[in-house]
């Protein structure tokens, strides 16, 4: 069960120091094998600070519908059956919309005139790199581009099952979160002691109860702000997980791209006992 553990780390807002925690928990386990899935594919950083040799690369892509309008007799089918809006039938024209379309392939599975085919639209690039403990997976999305959990999906799908994995998630609630923190064993909250920190901890909470996912909650910058945080994990009985102040020498290394176990070398152990509390937590 050990090698097949998967946790999540979260957040319900940008900014609470989530790929820190996620960083420093992989880099604590380094008598463990390890991968280390960057699926905050909008803005991968976990590379700044693990400093991977990339192997391997890939263009990452979606299908979308091309009509051929010498077959089209303009019935709007496709149109009624994609949910997104990505299709529309004007005037005897089809006109697409890439940028709506989910790549489900509805419209070209029922056009009557079989007169859509499908073609692969880009949308990011899968990395792997390597550590001296470490498989790092990330995913880059193209500037511009809306569509995420696709290049999640394939990030995930990247991934060694035998591994303790550790998946670095994109902040927020949104559907690119679900994708991300999806059949995890256990997901970590990153959250900070401010009133949008706890507005968002709630929400954050909710999706996760949702969908049925343990999970406890890291307070960072613990010394500041004010205590609501800690009130309501109390009253929702959400168990704290650790406590990491505001210290400037965190800040500096952080800035620096230096990971707090290495500027600060007692914080390793702290990490393995936030490891093994989530391990007996999943295992119990």
């Known amino acids: ?79 009624q059956v994609c949910l997104y809006n990505a299709i529309a039938v004007v005037k005897k024209k089809v006109l697409i919309f890439p940028e709506l379309c989910h790549g489900c392939g509805g419209c070209s ?39 995420a959990p696709p290049l999640i999906r394939a990030v995930k799908k990247a991934a060694n099952n035998n591994l303790i994995t550790i998946i670095d998630v994109s902040p927020g609630t ?38 049925k996912i343990p999970f406890g909650v890291v307070i960072n910058r613990a010394d500041v702000g004010d205590k609501k945080v800690e009130k309501y994990c109390k009253k929702e009985r959400i168990p704290i997980l650790m406590r990491i102040p505001m210290d400037r020498e965190i800040a500096i290394s952080y800035s620096n791209g230096i990971p707090i176990v290495e500027g600060k070398p007692d914080y390793k152990e702290k990490f393995k006992e936030l490891y093994k509390e989530i391990k007996t937590m999943v295992l119990k």
Not at 18 to 38: C, E, G, P, Y
């Open 109 to 147: 599975l029922l056009c009557p005139e079989k007169a859509i085919k499908e073609v692969n639209k880009p949308i990011g690039v899968l990395e792997e790199g390597k550590t001296d403990s470490i498989q790092l997976i990330q995913g880059k999305l193209n500037i511009g581009e809306m569509m």
């Open 1 to 79: 069960m050990e090698g097949k553990i998967v946790i999540s780390v979260a957040s319900g807002k940008g900014g609470t120091g989530k790929t820190t925690v996620a960083v420093n928990l992989a880099l604590s386990l380094d008598n463990k094998r390890i991968q280390f899935l960057d699926c905050d594919v909008e803005e991968p950083n976990a590379h700044i600070f693990l400093k991977p040799k990339i192997v391997h690369a890939q263009s990452i892509g979606i299908p979308v519908p091309q009509v051929n309008e010498e077959k089209c007799t303009f019935c709007g089918r496709c149109a």
């Open 174 to 211: 949104s559907c690119p979160v679900i994708e991300a923190v999806k059949d995890s064993d256990f997901c970590i909250l990153v959250t900070e002691p401010t009133p949008f920190g706890l507005n968002d901890l709630i929400l954050a909470v909710e999706v996760l109860r949702k969908i």
